[in-house]
């Protein structure tokens, strides 16, 4: 009796489907099954999480990057990878540059924001992420949660000269003004990948507890290089 009713209800779901446009379809879809899809998310990014942490304890990481909110769709990450492996002059076997170009941290979007918003927090705390790239307004927010060092002790004199028209000052727990991100809206590599929208504000920190921040200043460069 159990069986018959459910395969009832199925074919009347089915029914209601079919009567509906696609637009409508999809709209439908998600009023009734919004927190199975936001759990389903969920359960494959941490399936990706867990994969990307065991990864990387076989292998030596030596910078990994968070590209946010930029235009994961079409953005290609190897390529990206690739020229900055071959501007280091290579690497060893053993070794890697990860850069990831997946996280979308979308207000609009309660499903898949609330999925990456876990993600993110998690390579955060697991020590994974070394420098961040996002847009103005999210950067300042995750600042304002010290989630990144003070660019003056870490970068050399003739480096923070080097960017100092670039220099993104703000204001750290003392109340003190500091810089604590690059301007990287017209990096010619960013440009150049199409990595973020011609028509927004990008900024670039280090992550305050980062394991590879030796590494970074490198990558700055990198990011400026023609």
């Known amino acids: 009796m159990d069986d018959r009713k459910l395969k009832d209800r199925m074919r ?37 999480l867990a994969f990307t942490i065991y990864h990387n304890l076989q292998i030596d990481t030596l910078l990994y990057v968070c590209m946010v909110n930029c235009n994961t769709y ?3 990450s190897e390529a990206l990878t690739a020229d900055y492996t071959e501007y280091l002059g290579g690497i060893g076997d053993k070794e890697e540059i990860s850069i990831d170009t997946s996280i979308l941290l979308d207000e609009e979007d309660y499903s898949t924001s609330y999925a990456n ?25 995750y600042a304002g949660w010290s989630y990144f060092m003070d660019l003056r002790d ?10 100092s028209d670039l220099l993104v000052y703000m204001e750290n727990e003392e ?28 900024y670039g920190g280090v992550v305050v507890n980062g394991v590879n921040i030796d590494a970074t200043a490198e990558f700055f460069d990198w990011l400026f290089s023609e």
């Open 175 to 202: 109340g003190e003004s500091a810089p604590y991100a690059i301007d990287l809206a017209n990096a010619p590599k960013l440009l150049e990948y199409s990595v973020y929208p011609d028509d927004g504000t990008v």
């Open 117 to 141: 918003q876990m993600k993110f927090t998690a390579v955060i705390s697991a020590q994974m992420a070394d420098v961040i790239l996002m847009d103005a307004e999210n950067f300042e927010e």
């Open 12 to 48: 009347e779901e089915l029914r209601k489907l079919k009567a509906l446009s696609w637009k409508a379809r999809i709209a439908y879809v998600w009023d009734y099954y919004k927190l199975q899809m936001v759990i389903l998310v969920v359960i494959i990014l941490a399936v990706n």
């Open 74 to 76: 079409y953005v290609d």
């Open 154 to 163: 870490i970068f050399s004199e003739e480096q923070l000269e080097q960017w």
